[in-house]
Each structure stands twice: as C-alpha cells, then as structure tokens.
Nanobody, 125 residues
C-alpha cells in the first residue's frame, strides 16, 4: 500500500518562503510522477506543479510559476516544494500525490495518483 507523507507546513509572513517535503513509500516506483496540489480558502483544489522524478522535468501552474520550485530525490521518492514570495492567496492545505503515469501532468496525477493527508500553510499578512 502506497503511503504519501507531506511535511514542512507552518506559518510564514507575507513575502516569506517555506519549503514543503513529500515522501512516498510502500511500492517500487520505476518512473514516478509526483506533484503538489493545494486547497485554498474559497477555491476548489488546484494543481501547483508536477515533476517527472526520473529526469526532473517540471510543470507549474501559472499562479505560482516563477515563485515556486519543485525539486526531487529520485532514489528516495521524495520531492520538495520551495515557495517564495508567499502571499495570502497561497495559504491553504497542500497535498502531494504520486503515480506511475503515461503522462506526468497534473490532471492525470489528480485522477490516478496516491495522495497524502496534506500539510497546512498559513500566511500572515
């Protein structure tokens, strides 16, 4: 059974930075796609970004492009989300997902991936 665990959430001042981590275990992944999603106040869950961990290819949502960066440790099925210039609109619960997908895209990962329980990010304005 796949387990996905996020960590690193917390409170940060507007304009500040935070790094989230996600570790997946319980299965041998060959070409995993991993990604981050978030549920912010008053909005539906949205994809933040994805990474094809074997080669590091990333995609980002327009709302975070240039501010957020996803890194990975392929051998450990671990990804990171570095978030810079955080604003109140970024506050919410952040989720990680992993899957063996034909295409590493957020919509596919949302539909077919295994999910963690999420970690909360608060932004103090």
């Amino acid at each position: 059974q796949v387990q996905v665990v996020e960590s690193g959430g917390g409170s940060v001042r507007a304009g500040g930075s935070l790094i989230l981590s996600c570790v997946a275990s319980g299965k041998t992944f060959i070409h995993p796609c991993m990604g981050w999603f978030r549920q912010t106040s008053g909005k539906e869950r949205e994809g933040v970004g994805s990474i094809y961990t074997i080669n590091g290819y990333t995609r980002y949502a327009e709302s975070v492009n240039g501010r957020f960066t996803i890194g990975r440790d392929y051998a450990r099925n671990t990804i990171y989300l570095r978030m810079n210039m955080l604003g109140p609109e970024d506050a919410g619960k952040y989720y990680c997902a992993i899957g063996e997908l034909a295409r590493c895209e957020l919509d596919a990962l949302a539909a077919e991936g295994d999910w963690g329980q999420g970690t909360q990010v608060l932004v103090d304005s």
